[in-house]
């Protein structure tokens, strides 16, 4: 069972910037989407970003986030720049393998942006 854990994340002001991370521990192969979705108290899970063999961005994330993947250290990164308030969620990592067809989340880590 492949398991994910999110580091990075915490509080900052406005225009700031963070990084986060999710360690993967198996192998995310070039058949592994990975990617970061986030969900603020009484909302919805949205996806922020993903990555396969392109990077794909919510009109909110474009611009401000990138997403990255390290393969041979099995570890995706989020860098967020340019923070706002909204931005506050707790960040949920999301491992999907395309050729088994399964996915499994994160416990998730917050985010919390102040003005």
């Known amino acids: 069972q492949v398991q994910l854990v999110e580091s990075g994340g915490g509080s900052v002001q406005s225009g700031g910037s963070l990084t986060l991370s999710c360690a993967v521990s198996?192998?995310?192969?070039?058949?592994?989407?990975m990617g970061w979705h986030r969900q603020a108290p009484g909302k919805e899970r949205v996806m922020v970003a993903t990555?396969?063999?392109?990077?794909i961005y919510a009109p909110f994330a474009k611009g401000r986030f990138a997403i990255s993947r390290d393969d041979t250290k099995n570890i995706v990164y989020l860098q967020m720049n340019n923070l706002k308030p909204e931005d506050s969620a707790a960040y949920i990592c999301?491992?999907?393998?395309?050729?088994?067809?399964?996915?499994?989340w994160g416990q998730g880590i917050q985010v919390t942006v102040s003005s």
């Open positions: 999301r491992y999907y393998n395309l050729e088994t067809r399964t996915g499994v």
């Open positions: 198996g192998s995310i192969r070039s058949l592994v989407t």
């Open positions: 990555i396969n063999t392109a990077k």
